[in-house]
């Protein structure tokens, strides 16, 4: 093969990581408007908003299922080893994880619509949002550490999961001691529960990306190699290719 070969062959393998990551944050930037709406959407209990949700969620499926597509090409046309292995098989991970997001999102949207009417607690939705505001944050910021190869960052966001339980603990606090005021307000606090708890759950699938983008750097998960790739099941890396 001669050198031009060579650094075409590099080239191209180069443009298709970098398609790879486009991909990948513009899988983010769909989940993190469908989560963001799914929640106003039970705050103002907008029905319409809440079917746009439903709809949207094929669209993220859609590029879920090309990134996958576009990984498991990648391994079999190029044979990538070592770093460049690891990185197309961390992405693949974090778009399951990101995918598994869309889902509790649409599922939010979805038990909008099996409610309807109009919440009576208008202090505890202020904490709603702010879990969901939080829960935002960290998803951007796991998918940017990913993109830009940040470990550093996914370490801190991997240590720092408990800021959303947090956050969890007190709205429930907070709704528990509303409700025992209120009787009246029962059916609203459960479907502030369900929904605070859809949005706490993320924090899981925010760890697993932090834990994929560790692997990617280091070679290793976070908790040293315990357990299985996030989302992968039971793939595992020969010690030669990681």
Not at 43 to 64: M, N, P, W, Y
């Given at each position: 093969?001669?050198?031009?070969?060579?650094?075409?062959?590099?080239?191209?393998?180069?443009?298709?990581?970098?398609?790879?990551?486009?991909?990948?944050?513009?899988?983010?930037?769909?989940?993190?408007?469908?989560?963001?709406?799914?929640?106003?959407?039970?705050?103002?209990?907008?029905?319409?908003?809440?079917?746009?949700?439903?709809?949207?969620?094929?669209?993220?499926?859609?590029?879920?299922?090309?990134?996958?597509?576009?990984?498991?090409?990648?391994?079999?046309?190029?044979?990538?080893?070592?770093?460049?292995?690891?990185?197309?098989?961390?992405?693949?991970?974090?778009?399951?994880?990101?995918?598994?997001?869309?889902?509790?999102?649409?599922?939010?949207?979805?038990?909008?619509?099996?409610?309807?009417?109009?919440?009576?607690?208008?202090?505890?939705?202020?904490?709603?949002?702010r879990i969901a505001?939080?829960?935002?944050?960290?998803?951007?910021?796991?998918?940017?550490?990913?993109?830009?190869?940040?470990?550093?960052?996914?370490?801190?966001?991997?240590?720092?999961?408990?800021?959303?339980d947090s956050i969890?603990?007190?709205?429930?606090?907070?709704?528990?001691?509303?409700?025992?005021?209120?009787?009246?307000?029962?059916?609203?606090?459960?479907?502030?529960?369900?929904?605070?708890?859809?949005?706490?759950?993320?924090?899981?699938?925010?760890?697993?990306?932090?834990?994929?983008?560790?692997?990617?750097v280091h070679g290793?998960?976070?908790?040293?190699?315990?357990?299985?790739?996030?989302?992968?099941?039971?793939?595992?890396?020969?010690?030669?290719?990681?």
């Open positions: 093969m001669t050198t031009d070969v060579v650094a075409h062959t590099v080239k191209a393998f180069d443009a298709d990581l970098a398609a790879l990551s486009r991909m990948i944050s513009e899988l983010g930037d769909l989940v993190d408007k469908e989560l963001r709406d799914a929640v106003e959407a039970v705050i103002h209990s907008d029905g319409e908003r809440a079917k746009a949700v439903i709809a949207s969620d094929q669209a993220t499926d859609s590029l879920q299922r090309q990134i996958e597509d576009h990984a498991i090409t990648l391994i079999a046309r190029r044979q990538p080893v070592a770093y460049d292995l690891r990185l197309i098989v961390a992405a693949w991970e974090t778009a399951i994880e990101l995918r598994r997001v869309g889902d509790l999102a649409k599922g939010i949207a979805e038990h909008t619509i099996e409610i309807g009417g109009n919440h009576t607690m208008p202090e505890q939705m202020k904490g709603l949002r505001r939080a829960v935002l944050r960290r998803l951007r910021e796991a998918v940017e550490s990913l993109v830009q190869g940040d470990a550093a960052k996914a370490e801190r966001l991997w240590r720092s999961d408990h800021e959303i969890y603990m007190s709205l429930c606090r907070e709704l528990l001691t509303y409700t025992m005021a209120e009787t009246t307000s029962s059916p609203s606090a459960i479907s502030l529960l369900f929904c605070a708890k859809s949005i706490e759950s993320i924090g899981d699938n925010i760890t697993n990306i932090t834990d994929a983008v560790h692997y990617v290793q998960r976070i908790n040293g190699g315990a357990g299985e790739p996030s989302g992968l099941g039971s793939l595992s890396l020969p010690a030669n290719l990681v």
